[in-house]
C-alpha cells in the first residue's frame, strides 16, 4: 500500500465534496450519466472516492468499488448503501490488487489515472484481472495536444499536484503502453476531458 | 458544446471578471517607462497567475475547475500581454485596462467555445 498517496487522499477527504459535488458534477452529469450506462456484468469501480459518481450508476448491478483511503470510503457508504443494487466498497491500491486474474467484465474509472503515481503500472494491475477482452472505461482528464491550452496543462501541474491531481498526464498513451487495444476515444471538453473505451487482449 | 444558460452566463461572469482584474493589475503596474517587450511578459506572466488563483475558488466549486481554469487563464495571458504591451506605449487609465481586460476575456471565451465545438467532433474509433 502506498502510505503517501493513502495519506494525501485522506486529508482530500475532508473537502472533496465541497470542491467536486456541484460545478464539475453538474457540468458532466449528461456526459458520466450515458458513459456509466454501458455497465454490465462483474464490474470493478477503481478509484470510488466519496461515491459522487454512485448515482450516475445503472440499478440493479452488483459492483465492487475500490479506494486507496479509508476516509474516502467511509464518505461514500452513505452513497453505497443508497444503490438500487449491490455496492461492495474495500480498501485497495491499483498497484496491488487482491484479485484473481481475469475476476472482472468491465473496469470503470472517473478522474482516476491524473492521480495515480505510477499510471502505466496501475494500468497493467487493470488488465491482469480483466478477463481477456474485457473492457476498461475511463472518465478522464488528460493533457491537451493543442496550444495553447497544452501549455496551460503544463503550467497548472506542479500546483495541482501538490494537492491531488497531474492535469498533463498522456493517458490514452499510458493506456496503450499498458497493452490495451484503444477502442474508442470520446471528447468531453475540448481534448482534455474525454471517455477512452479500451479491450484487454484476447 | 455548452449551452445551458446557467453555465454559459458563468462563463462569460468568470471570463469577463478575470479579464477586468488583470488589464486593471497591468494598467497599474505597468508603465510608460517600462520597456514594451518587458510589459508583455510581465502582464503574461501576472495575468496566468492571477487567472489560476482566481478561478480555484468559488468559481471552481460553482461551474467546475476544468471549464473554468482553461479559458480564465487563456484570458488572463491574452489580457496581461495586451494590456502589458500597450502601457509602455501609449496611456492605459486603470478604466481603460479593465474594459480591454474584460472585452478580451469575451472573446478568448468565444474562442475556447468554438475551439470546444471542433474538438467534440473528433471522436476517434479503432
Known amino acids: ?202 | 458544446m455548452e449551452t445551458r444558460p446557467y453555465f454559459v452566463l458563468g462563463d462569460l461572469l468568470v471570463n469577463a471578471t478575470v479579464g477586468a482584474l488583470v488589464g486593471l493589475a497591468c494598467a497599474a503596474l505597468i508603465g510608460p517607462s517600462w520597456n514594451m517587450w518587458l510589459g508583455m511578459f510581465v502582464g503574461m506572466a501576472l495575468g496566468m497567475a492571477m487567472a489560476l488563483v482566481l478561478s480555484l475558488g468559488l468559481f471552481a466549486v460553482l461551474l467546475g475547475a476544468m471549464e473554468v481554469m482553461v479559458p480564465a487563464m487563456l484570458t488572463g495571458m491574452t489580457a496581461g500581454m495586451v494590456v502589458g504591451m500597450a502601457a509602455p506605449m501609449t496611456e492605459v487609465s486603470l478604466g481603460d485596462g479593465a474594459r480591454w481586460g474584460a472585452l478580451l476575456g469575451l472573446v478568448c471565451l468565444v474562442v475556447t467555445y468554438a475551439a470546444n465545438a471542433v474538438l467534440l467532433r473528433q471522436t476517434t474509433h479503432s
Not at chain 1, 43 to 64: H, M, N, Q, R, S
Not at chain 1, 91 to 112: I, K, N, P, W, Y
Not at chain 1, 147 to 167: A, C, D, N, Y
Open chain 1, 1 to 202: 500500500m502506498d502510505a503517501a498517496t493513502r495519506a494525501k487522499w485522506d486529508r482530500a477527504a475532508g473537502t472533496f465534496d465541497l470542491m467536486s459535488s456541484r460545478g464539475p458534477e453538474w457540468r458532466w452529469a449528461p456526459a458520466k450519466r450515458e458513459f456509466f450506462s454501458a455497465m454490465h456484468g462483474k464490474v470493478l469501480f477503481l478509484a470510488v472516492g466519496t461515491g459522487l459518481d454512485i448515482p450516475f450508476f445503472p440499478p440493479g448491478l452488483e459492483i465492487t468499488g475500490i479506494d486507496i483511503s479509508p476516509r474516502m470510503l467511509e464518505k461514500a457508504q452513505p452513497r453505497a448503501d443508497a444503490y438500487e443494487g449491490k455496492i461492495e466498497l474495500l480498501e485497495m491500491d491499483v498497484h496491488d490488487l487482491a484479485f484473481d486474474a481475469g475476476r472482472f467484465d468491465q473496469v470503470f474509472t472517473s478522474c482516476t489515472f491524473c492521480s495515480v503515481p505510477n499510471p502505466v503500472g496501475g494500468l497493467e494491475s487493470l488488465r491482469r484481472i480483466l478477463e481477456p477482452r474485457g473492457e476498461l472505461r475511463m472518465f478522464e482528464h488528460t493533457g491537451s495536444r493543442w496550444f495553447p491550452f497544452s501549455v496551460m496543462m503544463h503550467l497548472m501541474t506542479p500546483l495541482s499536484r501538490q494537492v491531488g491531481p497531474e492535469m498533463n498526464r498522456p493517458t490514452v498513451e499510458n493506456v496503450r503502453r499498458a497493452g490495451f487495444l484503444i477502442r474508442e476515444v470520446k471528447h468531453i471538453y475540448l481534448d482534455i476531458v474525454k471517455t477512452i473505451t479500451a479491450q484487454a487482449p484476447a
